[in-house]
């Protein structure tokens, strides 16, 4: 019960990590508002939590809209009385070589990643800071240290780590420190869809992948979840301004 009577507000939340994060957090005593853009996936998930006895609710939040955030925020703290974490996980993928990527990929995958944590973190901050309390968690990528076929991503994971610095400078006087984890390879929904999308055997994927992580197994959105509890928890108080790179080996 590390998290008890904390409130949780995540993004991203219908599957994958967010999901995972959110299911972690709520059997840690946390109460948790899980958002996405996917409505019936959000809505599944949380019911799915429900029946195993956690408080939880959901709301279909588009993180691009800031109209949209600020309403589900306001809602978060209306039905619990607070709000003390927050989980910037929402994203999104649009790869391609840079001659080929399109306006659209890049300015959805900007969108999404920043403005989405600019937008939450920022109607967050407002009731931390009265409350003098909280913890903001950013995901990240090892894609954050480039990767091949993801100019727009890349630069959006590394974006994530300023934005998370500097967060942390600007609010650690109020009692809120701001740390993102950067997941190396994770099989997740995401993960597999863009193996089917570039037309490559997901098993064989995984495979590759084994032979380059130094403990010989790719993650689990579990792992993840566990690294955004540090952070969240009491322990982390004077952990502040951090990229945890949650990969299996170590990252440069």
């Known amino acids: 019960m590390r998290l008890k009577d904390r409130v949780a507000f995540i993004t991203g939340a219908g599957r994958g990590i967010g999901k995972a994060i959110a299911r972690r957090f709520a059997r840690e005593g946390a109460k948790v508002c899980l958002t996405d853009i996917d409505e019936a996936g959000v809505y599944t998930s949380a ?7 956690l408080t939880v609710f959901a709301v279909r939040v588009d993180v691009t809209d800031r109209g949209q955030v600020e309403a589900a925020v306001e809602e978060t703290v209306n039905r619990y009385g607070r709000l003390d974490i927050l989980v ?13 990527m399109s306006d659209e990929d890049w300015e959805t995958v900007m ?8 937008y939450c973190s920022r109607a967050a901050q407002k009731y ?6 909280g ?3 950013n995901i990240s990528s090892t894609s954050a240290l480039g990767n091949r076929g993801q100019a727009n991503y890349a630069a959006a994971k590394a974006g ?33 869809a863009t193996a089917a999308r570039i037309g490559v055997d997901f098993d064989q994927l995984l495979e590759m992948w084994v032979k380059e992580i130094p ?3 790719v993650g689990k ?12 928890s009491e322990e982390a108080s004077y952990v502040n301004g951090q990229v945890l790179y949650v990969a299996g080996g170590p990252k440069d």
Not at 90 to 96: C, E, F, K, P, S
Request: a negative charge.
């Open 47 to 53: 019911e799915e939590l429900e029946k195993e006895g």
């Open 88 to 100: 910037n996980n929402a994203g999104v993928i649009r790869d391609n070589l840079l001659f080929k």
């Open 111 to 118: 969108n999404v990643h920043l403005k989405g944590a600019f």
């Open 128 to 133: 931390m800071v009265e409350q003098k309390y």
């Open 135 to 137: 913890r903001i968690i």
């Open 160 to 192: 994530l780590q300023g934005f998370t610095k500097t967060l942390a400078i600007e609010l650690g006087k109020f009692g809120i420190t701001c740390n993102a984890v950067a997941p190396g390879f994770i099989d997740t929904e995401m993960t597999r």
């Open 215 to 217: 403990v010989g197994r």
């Open 221 to 232: 959105p579990e792992d993840i979840a566990t690294a955004c509890l540090f952070f969240a």
